[in-house]
């Protein structure tokens, strides 16, 4: 049986929750304070036996800590585990090159991702992701710029956007 930790954090935009393994790698992660908005989101063979409480969670709450101080790429190389289908896992990987500051479109993510008429499964990518922040998909919009959807609230994104905005910085 295997424990996980998890810790939350307040930052700008409000409290912040990560779920890590034992080894260090992000299973779940978003804008709340509630375990329950973040463990069904853990794929079932990843979902660990006990989770315990710890105040601090080593460098993924450093990093968490940094991006939101301003230094933006200080979330690029924490790990995160999801487990999904091959198109899903391979368009979470293709999210985390998605520079800070530089969002993108829906068609043009599952251009990324290789599939450019694949615009619904590139949105399902972003609702299906257990990692925010870590796996950026917030980073991701609407053609026109609108902000569309986002689990943690559009006014959370939309703090994400600006704070990472070159012009803003």
Known sequence: MSTAHWSTMDTPVGPFTAIVASDGA????GWT??????????SRSLLPGELREKRDLGAVSTAI???????????????VRQRSGEFL???WDV???VPAGKPVTYSEYAA????PAAIRAAASACAR?????FVPCHRVLRIGGAMGGFRWGVDVKRWLLD???????
Do not use: F, K
């Open 112 to 115: 990324l991702a290789g599939r």
């Open 26 to 29: 992000v299973l779940s992660s």
């Open 129 to 133: 992701n257990a990692v925010a922040l």
């Open 95 to 97: 999210l985390r090159t």
């Open 65 to 79: 800590r940094r991006y939101h101080e301003g230094e933006l790429d200080a979330i690029d190389d924490v790990p």
């Open 33 to 42: 304070a509630d375990l329950d908005q973040l463990t069904p989101q853990i």
């Open 163 to 169: 704070h990472e905005s070159p012009e803003l910085r």
């Open 89 to 91: 896992q391979h368009a």
